[in-house]
T-cell receptor, first 114, second 115 residues
């Protein structure tokens, strides 16, 4: 079975500061990993995905994540937070077969302080 | 227009009532899903369907049923709603033939309140 753990249900950063949202996964097979973002009163949209190519993945809005097999991690970062980054962020895992639906973490709410 | 459309967007109902949430998509994807979002619990899978003749239970299917009426339509029913089914419900689609397996495309959600 696959699972993800997001450390910290709420993260608060100052505008312009580094954003770091943590995600650790558990998988018996090489995983596919995803970060989704949910803005208030909206559905989820894909930020970025890792599918066994480059371990450093760049996504939309300046976010990136690095797959570290030795640490079973896929942390999301952004060098400089913007007020518009305030949202809930979800890490998710699937397997390369494509036959198992995504399993989501519990989410991390990011607040950006002016 | 949205690629994945959910109706209704908001619904308030009473305990014991039957309620149906509908999802339609124009993406041409074979795979459709229903997830439930609760604060602090993330998204949990209720049911999923890989094609019109395929229905699978997810993590929390008790109290729910689904119908895949066509490739483009996937409905979620609560036969007898109870207050702890108050949540935000999401429909999603995916298409593994595009080469990226597992990536989901979401509707905007249906907020259900059961009194």
């Amino acid at each position: 079975a696959q699972s993800v753990t997001q450390l910290g249900s709420h993260v608060s950063v100052s505008e312009g500061a580094l954003v770091l949202l943590r995600c650790n996964y558990s998988s018996s097979v090489p995983p596919y990993l995803f970060w989704y973002v949910q803005y208030p009163n909206q559905g989820l949209q894909l930020l970025l995905k890792y599918t066994s190519a480059a371990t450093l993945v760049k996504g939309i809005n300046g976010f990136e994540a690095e797959f570290k097999k030795s640490e079973t991690s896929f942390h999301l970062t952004k060098p400089s937070a913007h007020m518009s980054d305030a949202a809930e962020y979800f890490c998710a895992v699937s397997d390369p077969s494509g036959n198992t639906p995504l399993v989501f973490g519990k989410g991390t709410r990011l607040s950006v302080i002016a | 227009d949205a690629d994945v459309t959910q109706t209704p967007r908001n619904r308030i109902t009473k305990t014991g009532k039957r309620i149906m949430l509908e999802c339609s998509q124009t993406k041409g994807h074979d795979r459709m899903y229903w997830y439930r979002q609760d604060p602090g619990l993330g998204l949990r899978l209720i049911y999923y369907s890989f094609d019109v003749k395929d229905i699978n239970k997810g993590e929390i299917s008790d109290g729910y049923s689904v119908s895949r009426q066509a490739q483009a339509k996937f409905s979620l029913s609560l036969e007898s709603a109870i207050p702890n089914q108050t949540a935000l419900y999401f429909c999603a689609t995916s298409d593994p033939s595009g080469g990226i397996t597992g990536e989901l495309f979401f509707g905007e959600g249906s907020r259900l309140t059961v009194l």
